[in-house]
């Protein structure tokens, strides 16, 4: 009861928030343009998650009369790990605080935090059982343990941030394989990551004037 009193009074609080940024931007009523609601949600998005947390999901639609929001800030709990956040879309995972600060800094995103990370989780968890203790996803690795049943995230390694040894090691055919089609170039002049059983195919490739290959 006293988590339900929690997020009612946070939602609340937000709510309010979002009405009186709304009257600030949009005081003299008229028609609002798409561009205008772009320009208002990143505005009020960054600033709810500086004054409210990166945790929680802002949704609004705009009618006639104004706006309605829906507005959910997520379940948590305090263990011997910290503070858990759970996942919107995963009732099983939850996100210690740790994990949340290195995405938002590694991801280079301050914005609805736990909803960016369900989204690469969707992906991620189609890696689950290869490498032990570790998800992948195209943007980079979840470290993870199991404890009574829930799926807990421990941190966040950007690609970027990946030694070419560790990017051999996660990004195999069998990662690969289970990724969208549309992240895998169909020219492999053009990929991030070569296989190295395509790699001779690119070596053999046209070359210039000067007998190298580009």
Request: charged residues 25%.
């Amino acid at each position: 009861m006293t988590k339900d009193r929690g997020i009612a009074y946070k939602k609340a609080m937000i709510e309010q928030f979002l009405k009186k940024e709304f009257d600030r931007y949009f005081g003299r009523g008229g028609r609002i343009s798409i561009r205008k609601r772009q320009r208002f949600m990143e505005r009020v998005t960054s600033k709810i998650s500086k004054k409210f947390g990166k945790d929680v999901m802002c949704l609004v639609d705009f009618t006639k009369r104004g706006f309605v929001t829906l507005i959910s800030p997520p379940l948590s709990e305090s263990t011997d790990k910290g503070k858990l956040t759970q996942s919107f879309t995963h009732p099983q995972v939850v996100y210690t605080t740790h994990c949340v600060d290195r995405f938002s800094e590694r991801a280079q995103t301050t914005d609805n935090c736990i909803v960016a990370l369900d989204v690469c989780l969707d992906e991620a968890l189609l890696t689950y059982g290869i490498h032990p203790e570790h998800l992948v996803c195209s943007v980079g690795v979840f470290a993870f343990d199991v404890e009574a049943g829930r799926l807990i995230l421990k941190t966040f390694i950007s690609f970027e941030m990946l030694s070419d040894d560790q990017i051999q090691n996660f990004y195999g055919v069998d990662v690969l394989s289970v990724f969208s089609q549309d992240i895998i170039s169909e020219n492999v002049a053009d990929s991030d990551i070569i296989l190295s059983d395509e790699f001779p195919a690119l070596m053999d490739g046209p070359k210039n004037q000067r007998g190298v290959t580009p």
